[in-house]
């Protein structure tokens, strides 16, 4: 393997462990044992649960490849995965504001461990029905448990400012962390000894089972309005109009679906970035580094908020930053030179893994700033509702260029994501604008004595 590869990869864990070790005063906030103690178990669960995902990754296309199936057959396993998640995910997801989001967490795991016994089938109705489960499994993990934590966080009397510890804690080792050692642990299991590529499903499901029994022992239940009248019909009528009605909820749905639509393509789209020629590439440590990249990103961002800087703010950078390091292929395919087909990387890809790096730096920023926001400004009683209606149009969007994956050149379609990305930037841009007037119209309010704060 080429020394640029460990060059990048011991830059990065450098820099990391130089801001982990080198936090001062300003960048760690005093809190209660009681609060470590509740923000550690979370952190545990949310770890397993991950593990769990992480697991999965790396040796879902290539399970399907060993049991025949072509790249149709393939893509259509993947669009089912996400339409399920856009679909009966959001039915199932809504359902923790009134049944309970600890419930809910415990479906996840039992819906994911499902899906990963239907992997020791080889025949494709059955890995369908996997897929499905996958994609409501997903819309549980991305809602039920960031809503069980801020509703629990604030039962529990604990200042809000503290939810921004437990987020960066656990995006840092979830999300980054966890993922390393996975794919690592994945590759031993499938390869070094030879179980084959169903293992790293079946040691994610023992992961998720472990999480499952920590839930079960430790979590207390929450809810978001569970009033007896209301039914679903109702709930997403609700959850429908608090975001018509609050400019504020809309355009962090609209922030959130650009990003993440632009980086679920991302996922699809570096390793032909990266070796348009067949170059020969190491995929599992490219894919390793990328992971420390979201590290570094979430580091950066627990200081950030440690600091209290206004989210709204600083996001609108690394939108613009994501926006240009997307925007790389673009540029490349027309600057350098195209290298030979077979060697190693080529210096085009040298420069797109370093934006690709820096974009999942951006990525690691995004996780625990994005739920911060959706913590101020998601009412709580729609809160797993409302967090699944932003998945719709991402899901979406991502079905669609799955199913037209071949059908653009991949110059467009990161110049499209880039867009996107810069789209986003102008939006949070309009979300900082409009929380300022909100809260001068409330201070306004206050002071007058009015029943209502004006409309921003």
């Known amino acids: 393997m080429e020394v640029f590869y460990y060059l990048v990869f011991g830059a990065l864990s450098a820099v990391v462990a130089g801001l982990e070790l080198g936090k001062s005063g300003k960048d760690r906030v005093a809190t209660t044992t009681a609060f470590n103690a509740f923000k550690n178990n979370y952190v545990i669960v949310y770890s397993l649960m991950m593990s769990g995902d992480w697991l999965q990754g790396p040796y879902v296309y290539y399970l399907y490849q060993q049991y025949g199936f072509d790249k149709g057959d393939i893509g259509r396993l993947f669009i089912a995965g996400f339409g399920s998640s856009m679909l009966f995910g959001t039915i199932v997801g809504s359902l923790a504001d009134k ?267 995004f996780w625990p700033s994005i739920m911060k926001m959706r913590s101020q400004y998601i009412p709580e009683e729609a809160r797993s509702t409302i967090m699944n209606f932003f998945r719709i149009p991402l899901n979406l969007f991502v079905c669609v260029v799955l199913y037209n994956v071949n059908a653009f050149p991949i110059t467009v379609m990161f110049g499209m994501c880039s867009i996107f990305l810069f789209m986003a930037a102008i939006l949070q841009r309009r979300l900082m604008v409009v929380a300022d007037l909100h809260k001068l119209s409330t201070k306004a309010q206050e002071m007058t004595g009015e029943d209502e704060p004006l409309n921003p």
């Open 99 to 365: 049944q309970g989001r600890k419930r809910a967490c415990i479906t996840y795991c039992i819906t994911y461990i499902l899906s990963c016994i239907t992997k020791h089938s080889p025949q494709y109705r059955v890995l369908m029905v996997g897929r499905v489960l996958g994609g409501v499994a997903t819309s549980l993990l991305f809602s039920a448990f960031e809503s069980w934590l801020v509703a629990e966080h604030n039962k529990r009397g604990y200042d809000p400012q503290w939810l921004s510890i437990t987020f960066s804690k656990a995006i840092f080792l979830g999300n980054g962390l966890i993922a390393i050692i996975a794919g690592l642990f994945a590759n031993l299991l499938a390869d070094n000894l030879g179980f084959g590529p169903v293992a790293p499903f079946d040691a994610a499901a023992c992961f998720l089972a472990i999480g499952m029994a920590i839930i079960m022992s430790s979590w207390s239940e929450n809810y978001g309005d569970s009033s007896e009248g209301k039914d679903l019909i109702a709930q997403f009528k609700g959850a429908a109009k608090a975001i018509a009605s609050d400019e504020k909820i809309a355009l962090l749905g609209a922030i959130q679906s650009l990003f993440e639509g632009s980086m679920y393509t991302f996922v699809f789209l570096w390793t032909p970035a990266l070796s348009p020629n067949e170059e020969d590439i190491p995929h599992g440590f490219i894919f390793a580094t990328f992971m420390l990249s979201s590290m570094l990103g979430s580091s950066i961002a627990s200081r950030l908020l440690a600091r209290k800087m206004k989210v709204e703010g600083y996001m609108q950078i690394v939108f613009s930053v994501s926006a240009v390091t997307l925007f790389l292929p673009v540029a490349t395919s027309f600057l350098v030179p195209s290298s030979d087909k077979g060697n190693g990387i080529s210096f085009a890809g040298s420069l797109q893994l370093l934006g690709f790096c820096t974009f999942e730096s951006c990525v690691g920023i």
